[in-house]
């Protein structure tokens, strides 16, 4: 699945292209490209949802790639969580 974010990063509007990569049941996997480079990320907010803990976000984290604000990836991570939510199916 390939879809556009614009966060606004550094004061700045970015378009920024993310696509859903293939990954164990229970995690989620991203990889954004930008411009000039490109970053791997991973939620495993499936597995608080398939636990029941509905009102848990998930955790981020980079797998591959460099973060260099914490405050920006915020904004893309809910630019990622607002286009691409959670399935209805997800319990199972």
Do not use: C
Request: proline share 7%; glycine share 6%.
């Amino acid at each position: 699945m390939k879809f556009t974010i614009t966060p606004i990063v550094n004061g700045r509007q970015r378009k920024l292209e993310v696509e859903k990569i293939d990954a164990p049941p229970d995690r989620e996997r991203y990889i954004v490209t930008g411009p000039q480079r490109s970053i791997t990320l991973e939620t495993n907010r499936l597995l608080f949802v398939r636990k029941g803990l509905k009102h848990r976000s998930g955790m981020w984290k980079a797998v591959e790639g460099n973060i260099r604000n914490d405050y920006n990836m915020e904004k893309i991570y809910a630019e990622i969580e607002k286009m691409d939510p959670l399935p209805i199916n997800v319990y199972k």
